[in-house]
């Protein structure tokens, strides 16, 4: 079964075709950083504008690349949910016009359960169930999988999400825009116990997270520094800030594997590509005796390939949308 997928929800126009739902036959994307990183952040109206002047294009692009035609397209998926809604409606309309012009199926998917299935495009032998670690720069939750369709939500952020901290960080360093890539690689060599950073616990939800007070206690020891004319070490600041973010996150997530007795854990979402991060839950699973999984690097970000695979996983167990289909700026994962 050939799907033809779209992703349009922050700042990446993407469209692609998956096979079955592992085989990833093209993933085209356009990414919009250049144009937001002017303003340090997403601006949601040149958002929604950029996948309207992209996503003609990439449908016929992810077409060509994986060597079909329309009428080899059995089926289209698209985020619906969550994201920016305006540019979440830019995908959701213009797959909604491709499936009534193939004739063929529309697939709804939520934006974080493709961030999930991105696993199974790496990993042929990965199925539910299992925990995942969805961490993102909307997004940070601690999912049960317990099918390819039904999930809950164990535990997130209480605030802010670990990707906007990376992100509104790096922005006073002034290191590029989103900062967490750069925030990795500044990291990379540096000393993570020379900055004392906090790390947040939620009394009576251990698996719930925190991270609005490292990002202004980070934020104040920058401002503090800079005021008093002292030099901040930056590798080994980026190295204290992602260990910070690395120790809430990975003891929860293994906590969380310990709790469902599933034994295995796979991590997905821009952060997931965090070298800190992948290394920690490495050691911890290892230890713990857990089976791990993590996408590609390549899979990790927003792309449309994920979208379409668990788009596969949507339509078997029957969820096909009509042209009433809308979009949601918010949408809990477990109603998909
Ligand atoms: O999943 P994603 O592409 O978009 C959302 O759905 O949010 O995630 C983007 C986030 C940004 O906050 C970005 O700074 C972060 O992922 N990110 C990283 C790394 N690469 C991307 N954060 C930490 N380390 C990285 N290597």
Redesign the pocket.
């Known amino acids: 079964m050939n799907i033809l997928a779209f992703e349009s929800?922050?700042d990446e126009t993407a469209a692609a075709v998956v096979r079955d739902g592992r085989q990833v036959l093209s993933n085209c994307i356009a990414s919009q950083i250049e144009m937001h990183a002017i303003y340090g952040g997403v601006v949601p109206e040149i958002a929604s504008r950029k996948h309207v002047e992209a996503i003609t294009g990439l449908a016929r692009q992810a077409l060509e690349q994986a060597g079909v035609e329309k009428k080899d397209i059995d089926a289209v998926a698209v985020t619906y949910a969550p994201g920016l809604i305006g540019a979440v409606l830019v995908g959701v309309n213009f797959a909604k016009a491709a499936a009534c012009a193939m004739g063929v199926p529309l697939i709804p998917v939520h934006?974080t359960r493709g961030?999930i299935a991105a696993n199974y495009i790496t990993h042929a032998d990965l199925e539910p169930p299992f925990v995942c670690l969805c961490v993102?720069?909307?997004n940070t939750i601690i999912v049960d999988v317990k099918s390819y369709t039904e999930m809950t939500v164990l535990g997130g952020t209480r605030d802010d999400a670990a990707?906007?901290c990376?992100?509104k960080v790096g922005r006073v360093l002034n290191i590029g825009y989103?900062?967490?890539?750069p925030?990795?690689r500044l990291g990379k060599g540096g000393d993570p116990t020379r900055y004392e950073l906090p790390r947040a616990h939620v009394q009576g939800a251990e698996l719930d997270m925190s991270f609005s007070g490292l990002k202004t206690a980070a934020l104040n020891l920058l401002h503090n520094a800079q005021q008093k004319g002292e030099t901040i070490d930056l590798p080994d600041f980026a190295a204290s800030f992602g260990q910070a973010i690395s120790d809430s996150l990975v003891p929860r997530a293994v906590a969380a594997v310990k709790m469902t007795g599933c034994g295995k854990l796979a991590i997905a979402?821009?952060?997931a590509?965090?070298?800190r991060i992948r290394a920690d839950l490495e050691r911890a699973c290892a230890r713990e005796g857990i089976e791990l999984f993590m996408p590609e690097l390549k899979y990790?970000?927003?792309n449309a390939a994920m979208i379409g695979c668990q788009g596969y996983y949507e339509y078997l167990a029957g969820k096909i949308a009509g042209q009433d289909l809308n979009a949601y700026a918010t949408r809990d994962i477990s109603l998909g």
């Open positions: 929800s922050c934006h961030h993102s720069g909307g990707g906007e990376f992100d989103p900062g967490g890539a925030m990795d979402g821009g952060v590509a965090n070298s990790c970000g927003d």
